[in-house]
């Protein structure tokens, strides 16, 4: 078997619930650690509503201690904690300072048995003990389909940084089944005290430690060898607060209280029953309290009213000493401000987030799709005449408001495809939305691009969304993008717009789609600073960049690919952009200065003083994340960055 390869099907992993040598004293007698007499180790919280209703307290675990339960100390809050010194690595299965099977048994036990060994999701397709014809069917009919892995414990929508193992469509074709880089075990979360045992648990072990949610993440940074997982997805409630009303906050308007696993689908559902609309991300199926909000959090109503961190009132958080704290602006300031931009996986593991409501809105907007090449429409020069045309109006649109998802691919017939699906301003009428496209419209017709418009009006956000946002297509592992916010000042400066709109130009002839929205992250006026990317406030243009490529290529081709998107196609946005940057969600794991571009220079100084304070064991590791250049993974093959190794100390 390769180097770096762990057989799934021949796993070490134990199987839970098996054995027991844990022991614990109960009425003077030594006695096996049981679900009966330690389990679940929580205290009730009087008041508490939700998940933390149930915690993990000190007196808990004094009475795990008076009671000599085996091991008790691994679950000690900090400062107990392994400390890695240069050079050491987070254990693997197999190594010494991997806990035995027993201690993981004592988590089982102590979670209320909400330990899940990792089986991967394609294993129900390989021949073994996961074996299921059935199911096996039904994964590889929906493995597009995002809510198929966002219910998955340890699936992501981006199998390249898991290593692409046990892709189900590869059974049949002879190909194997391994663990990858997939985390060894997950906890299903559902109370607040569940987070803190995993928490202290791969503190005190040394275990790699990671959050998982839906899996949406772009940069791997959902999965990890060898790590204990926090899987949030199960914190789902979602309370509509008619009037909020704390002292940290001016607010007295409604709010939502979201648990860490609750999807755009789920909230824009909720905000329409009660008459509201609310700051999400376009795709249903994207955690909202999760890495979305860790990372900023945009959507079709940014460029009117931000992005989701500025509506945020409050965030409840298992810090990497696992206690259990709400940030908001007069609590836990520093955290407040870096969970708000800051990056998921960092600095603790959100359970809930406070977000502010906004009113209900009209929205009005339009639709088209046109192609060039063999079978196409039109010509190739009216084509990026009239795309142009757009781009060139787009700092007066996004100052209306405007959101636009526009994307350009190569066809099958080798030519180009061009689709607005949709262009859309909130808090306006079609009326308006027409006066603001007139000239636009008036120059397509002048060079004769007669293309199909769809306009579209609706009473309220909800309806234009399920309209024009279906769930996204996911799952593919031969894919990768960058990214790049391109700023105001790229139109103010005639040379440079010009420059700007021919690389793009040229980077789609060189085999990059293009998905290029108008959107600016409008400044809200009362909104709490937080530690966003400062450029976002001065965007006109969120511009992604990126290829398929053939599965069957060799890794050295495979590299070639992915470093043109690295060093030319993004090298050409950043010198088109200089000191500028992007949005962390959607950005390229490579990115060599990804300090500056994710975060902003000053940010970042500040948000690594912050991790120093609150994570100094480094329990927190997410790829691109604060401090993430602290580590590195081993056993890399290849130019992009997975997580199929093991986490170093640098
Ligand atoms: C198809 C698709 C569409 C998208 N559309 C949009 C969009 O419209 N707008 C937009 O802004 N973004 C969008 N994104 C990007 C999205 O915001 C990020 O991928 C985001 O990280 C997803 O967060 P998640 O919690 O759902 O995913 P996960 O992959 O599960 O988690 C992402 C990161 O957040 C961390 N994390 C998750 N939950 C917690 C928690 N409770 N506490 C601490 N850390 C946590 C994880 O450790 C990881 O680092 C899209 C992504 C995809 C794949
Ligand atoms: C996870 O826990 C929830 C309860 O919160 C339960 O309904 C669900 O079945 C569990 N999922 C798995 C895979 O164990
Ligand atoms: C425009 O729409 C009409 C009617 O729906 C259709 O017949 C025509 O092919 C469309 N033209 C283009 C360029 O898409
Ligand atoms: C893209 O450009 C590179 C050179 O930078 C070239 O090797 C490659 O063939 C080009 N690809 C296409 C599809 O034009
Ligand atoms: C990680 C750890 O502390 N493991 C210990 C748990 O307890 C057993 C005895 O019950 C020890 O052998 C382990 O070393």
Known sequence: MPRGKRSFLLTCLVTLGSTNAQTIEVGGSVVAANSDNVSPAQASIAGAVGPAQYQLTQSVLDDLKSKKLSNSSIFDFGPSGKVYSSGMCKPAPGDTDWPTADTWETLNVLTGNALLSTVPIGAACYQGEHYNAERCTEILD?????????????????????????????????????????????????????????????????????????????????????????????????????KYSS?????????????????????LAAAHEHGVSVLSGECPTVGVAGGYIAGGGMGPLSSKHGLAVDHVLSLDV?????????????????????????????????????????????VAGLTLSISIGPNGDVSEDLFWEAITGWWRRFPKYVEQGSYAYSIILPTPDGGLSWALTPWMVPDMTLDQFKDMTADLRAEWERIGFNVNLSYFETENFYDAWTTHFPDDTVGVPNLRTASRLIPRENWENPTLLEDTVSFIQRAVRNGSSLIGYNIRAAPVADAPPSATVPIWRDTTMFAIVGTMWDATLPDLEVDIVNERITKEWTASLRSLTPGGGTYSNEADVMDPD??????????????????????PWGLFYAPTGVASE?????DQAGYVLKQTGKLCRK
């Open 247 to 267: 002292p940290s906050s001016s607010w007295t308007g409604s709010a939502f209280k979201l648990g860490a696993g609750v999807q755009v689908w789920e909230l």
């Open 318 to 362: 298992v810090t990497p000493d696992g206690t259990f704290v709400t940030a908001d602006e007069k609590t836990n300031t520093n955290l407040f401000w870096a969970l708000r931009g800051g990056g998921g996986g960092t600095f603790g593991v959100v359970t809930s987030v406070t977000v502010r409501t906004l009113p209900k809105m009209k």
């Open 630 to 634: 602290d580590w590195t993974v081993t």
């Open 594 to 615: 990804f300090q500056q571009a994710f975060y902003g220079y000053d940010n970042y100084q500040r948000l690594r003083t912050i991790k120093h304070e609150v994570d």
């Open 142 to 242: 929906r493995w597009s389909d995002p809510h198929l892995h966002a219910e998955d414990p340890t699936s992501v929508m981006n199998p390249l940084y898991q290593g692409a193992t046990c892709m189900p469509q590869n059974a049949a074709t002879g190909g194997s089944c391994e663990i990858g880089g997939s985390a060894s075990y997950s906890v299903n979360v559902s109370t607040v005290a569940q987070v803190q045992l995993a928490v202290n648990f791969a503190r005190n072990t040394g275990v790699r430690l990671l959050v998982h949610n839906t899996g949406h993440d772009y940069l791997g940074k959902s999965t990890g060898a060898n790590a204990l997982s926090i899987w949030t997805r199960n914190l789902r409630t979602i309370d509509f607060i008619e």
